[in-house]
């Protein structure tokens, strides 16, 4: 919050110069055309100095946001050109820079707010993905310990067999495997409690149940798109 605060302070810098300049050389006494400019200048910048506030949030957020900045930047540039040549026309009628300016900001505003939604798609997407690889590295680790715990040699095998099994598949999830995967976990639960508890016949039936189901999730996510 510091950083965005002494950001836009040293940014506000280029309005204080802006100002100075446009009232010593232009002075207060101009024609619409000429304060309409005046007022699409600002706000093309202040729309670079604001971006922040609707920029991506999270890991991704400074590649996702870097092309809003760039077409920030471009729009301001382009506009202050547009902006200063009206200025030194000092055409009477405001007719054209108005018409002009705001098409420019039409067009910067479609391309913006397309781009906009744009990252806040693929945002959405890298955090799912960040969820999907947590929750199967979690059920990974999770057998594992399980193979260290159990003190029967051929429960430890097939433990580590379901672990190479689940390995040999993918770590992302659809809508059709978060009911498989939550089966999965919960088996993992179940199986713990069976080993700690020592019953044997309820451990091979859940280990192979969990065989079962890690299959059941390659196959969905095989054929899923």
């Not at 950001?7 to 300049?21: D, E």
């Not at 999270?58 to 506009?79: K, P, R």
Request: charged share 15%; net charge neutral.
């Amino acid at each position: 919050m510091k950083t965005f605060f002494a950001k836009t302070t040293f940014m506000l810098l280029f309005l204080v110069v802006f100002n100075v300049l446009f009232f010593l050389v232009v002075g207060t006494e101009n024609p619409t055309s000429v304060w309409v400019s005046y007022g699409f200048i600002h706000f093309s910048y202040l729309t670079v100095l604001f971006l922040p506030v609707i920029s991506s949030k999270g890991e991704a957020s400074y590649y996702l946001s870097s092309t809003l900045y760039v077409q920030s930047i471009a729009y301001f540039l382009l506009e202050l050109v547009v902006g200063i040549v009206f200025i030194i026309l000092r055409l009477d009628s405001y007719i054209w820079s108005v018409v002009i300016q705001t098409i420019l900001w039409f067009l910067f505003a479609i391309v913006f707010l397309g781009n906009v939604w744009a990252n806040h798609s693929t945002a959405q997407s890298l955090e799912k993905r960040k969820a999907d690889i947590g929750a199967y590295r979690n059920m990974h680790m999770n057998l594992k310990r399980l193979a260290v715990m159990t003190k029967n040699p051929s429960f430890s095998k097939d433990i580590i067999h379901l672990c190479d099994s689940l390995e040999t598949g993918t770590s992302r999830q659809t809508n059709e495997s978060q009911e498989v995967d939550a089966d999965i976990e919960a088996s993992i639960v179940n199986l713990r409690k069976a080993i700690l508890e020592g019953e044997d016949t309820r451990t091979v039936q859940l280990i192979s149940q969990l065989g079962a189901l890690i299959e059941e999730r390659k196959a969905i996510l095989k054929y899923s798109h």
